[in-house]
């Protein structure tokens, strides 16, 4: 009995031997899980901060950026607007309604243009550079006055039978060619779009012997004439964009020496053609060209002269860029009032040029 006593107080004092060492581990292990879930949970937090500001400062960015752009923005409207305003002024100073300019536009600019007026303002100068490049004016003049040792005017000195003289500080009178230009058809040259053009060009030769010239004898009155009146069209081909169909009266392809002012190839004219057909290795041009005289006249008319000219021209060949002309004329003649014969003849004539560049033509 006291044996089994012992035995069951041993096992007792085992028991809480093994209780006692126990229960320091299990304060422990529950310490280390309450510091891994509150690591856990800051870990969390961290990431969570970090995410926010992240999306904060996405956000703040997003915000100064479109900022920037409304500034721009805002700046670059009111300008055009500014532009625009200048535009229907300038406009409406050129087409009418000019006395109300300054009272319409003067403190009408709003710091934010709206829309409408933007839109109304890009119409507005839209249609003003339409019409502005629709008209053209285009021209020469030259003028000055001279005299001669012996007190009297300029004579410009020329040589006896020439025809033509040198130019520098021997052109004694007031010449000029002041061209107008209308742009009916297509003014912009759109490439997809058939485009016409009509050209006049007056002519104004005065003797310099005074501002209103009206002698008797018509001896130094001034001279006008209308040397060119013709339309021009282009673009009319899928196949030859670059073809000019041409009528009327005009400067035709001349061939100029500047120095001395002498044309060696003139066959300006009335009539009509085709410039700048594209035939793969260079370009034609075809046209008849006519004229008349009327202090010659003949039982069929006042005589006249008819050219069909035939050209050639920017052919690429050795030594430069080659050239050929091909024209053959015709006259019919008559018998005038006088009973004077003038007999009908025809003839032809060809030639070619080599240049480095293209001749000046007009």
Request: glycine share 10%; aromatic share 10%.
């Amino acid at each position: 009995m006291a044996t089994l006593r012992m035995t069951s107080a041993s096992s007792q004092l085992a028991w809480v031997a093994l209780i006692t060492l126990l229960a320091p581990s299990s304060a422990s292990a529950q310490d280390a899980n309450a510091l891994e879930l509150q690591l856990q949970e800051l870990k969390q937090q961290y990431e969570q901060t970090t995410e926010d500001l992240r999306q904060r400062i996405a956000v703040l960015e997003q915000q100064l950026e479109q900022q920037k752009k409304l500034a721009a923005e805002t700046r670059d409207a009111t300008v055009s607007a500014a532009e625009a305003a200048a535009g229907q002024a300038v406009q409406r100073m050129l087409f009418g309604d000019s006395r109300n300019v300054g009272a319409q536009f003067q403190g009408q600019l709003p710091s934010r243009p709206t829309y409408d007026l933007l839109q109304e303002a890009e119409t507005a100068i839209t249609e003003l550079q339409q019409r502005a490049s629709v008209f053209e004016f285009h021209g020469y003049f030259r003028s000055g006055y001279g005299l001669n040792n012996r007190g009297g005017q300029q004579v410009a000195f020329q040589a006896p039978g020439a025809g033509a003289k040198y130019r520098l500080g021997n052109e004694a009178e007031t010449y000029g060619e002041f061209i107008l230009v209308n742009n009916w058809l297509n003014p912009e040259r759109s490439t997809d779009k058939t485009w016409f053009r009509t050209e006049a060009m007056f002519e104004a030769n005065t003797t310099n012997s005074a501002s209103y010239a009206n002698f008797n004898g018509l001896v130094g009155n001034d001279q006008f004439r209308l040397r060119e009146a013709f339309v021009r069209g282009g673009n009319l081909f899928e196949r030859q964009p670059d073809a000019k169909f041409w009528a009327g009266e005009r400067y035709y392809r001349r061939q100029h020496i500047e120095i001395n002012d002498f044309y060696p190839l003139d066959m300006s004219g009335y009539g009509g053609g085709v410039e700048d057909v594209n035939l793969g290795f260079g370009k034609m041009a075809v046209g008849y060209l006519a004229g008349a005289r009327p202090d010659v006249a003949t039982q069929n008319g006042n005589y006249i002269k008819s050219n069909i000219d035939v050209r050639l021209y920017d052919l690429k060949g050795p030594a430069g860029v080659w050239a050929g002309w091909f024209n053959f004329a015709n006259s019919r003649g008559g018998t005038t009032s006088t009973g004077t014969v003038i007999p009908s003849s025809d003839g032809y004539c060809a030639c070619r040029n080599t240049s480095r560049g293209a001749p000046p033509t007009r």
